[in-house]
Every structure is written in C-alpha cells, then in structure tokens.
C-alpha cells in the first residue's frame, strides 16, 4: 500500500533536516502508535 502525505515544504525541509529519511521516520513513528493501540504486536512490528 502506498499513503501520501501533503505536507508544506517549509516544515518537510526542517523534518527532514532532523530525520534524513524522512519516510522510514514516519513509518517507525506510525507503527509504533499503532502498537501502543494495541494495532499491531510486537512480532508484527
């Protein structure tokens, strides 16, 4: 699946000055919610 995400280049250039990938960031950042939600499991992440 593939989700994209509008976001303003002003706030993208400063994320990403601080992340580098931007998109692996926002991968590892979502999965982790979803396994505090009880989404995902630890196996799955």
Do not use: F, N
């Not at 280049?9 to 400063?14: F, L, M, N, R, V």
């Not at 505090?36 to 799955?44: D, N």
């Amino acid at each position: 699946m593939q989700i994209t995400i509008e976001i303003p280049d002003t706030i993208a250039y400063e994320i990403q000055e601080q992340w580098q990938d931007l998109p692996r960031k926002v991968l590892e950042s979502l999965s982790i919610e979803d396994y505090k939600a009880g989404i995902l499991s630890r196996e799955q992440i």
